[in-house]
């Protein structure tokens, strides 16, 4: 079994700063890409950033230059720094992971539970 677990998410003002976490854990054989998606109420997951597994990275438009995605692989962790926070970043932010478990064949994507951000004076 394999779990997703995010931290890190809360209340900041506008232009402050929130980093995320998500830790994968379970009988993980390998983790090839991993990212972050947000929900906002009303509308559908959208893709912020995404990781593969030799580093290289993609964002949305929208948090290019503001947000910063990275990943420790002996830690089986991504992390999501968000800087220069906007109202408009308010949502629930999801991570996820392409795993390969040890007992099971075939890759599977798999999801954290969420973690809301709200970015508010």
């Known amino acids: 079994q394999v779990q997703l677990v995010e931290s890190g998410g809360g209340l900041v003002q506008p232009g402050g700063s929130l980093r995320l976490s998500c830790a994968a854990s379970?009988?993980?054989?390998?983790?090839?890409?991993m990212g972050w998606y947000r929900r906002t109420p009303g509308l559908q997951r959208e893709l912020v950033a995404v990781?593969?597994?030799?580093?290289?990275?993609n964002y949305a438009d929208s948090v290019k230059g503001r947000f910063t995605i990275s990943r420790d692989n002996a830690k089986n962790t991504v992390y999501l720094q968000m800087n220069s926070l906007k109202p408009e970043d308010t949502a629930v932010y999801y991570c996820?992971?392409?795993?390969?478990?040890?007992?099971?064949?075939?890759?599977?994507?798999?999801w954290g539970q969420g973690t809301q951000v709200t970015v508010s004076s």
């Open positions: 379970g009988t993980i054989f390998s983790i090839y890409t």
């Open positions: 990781i593969t597994s030799g580093g290289s990275t």
């Open positions: 996820n992971a392409d795993i390969r478990e040890a007992t099971i064949g075939g890759v599977r994507r798999y």
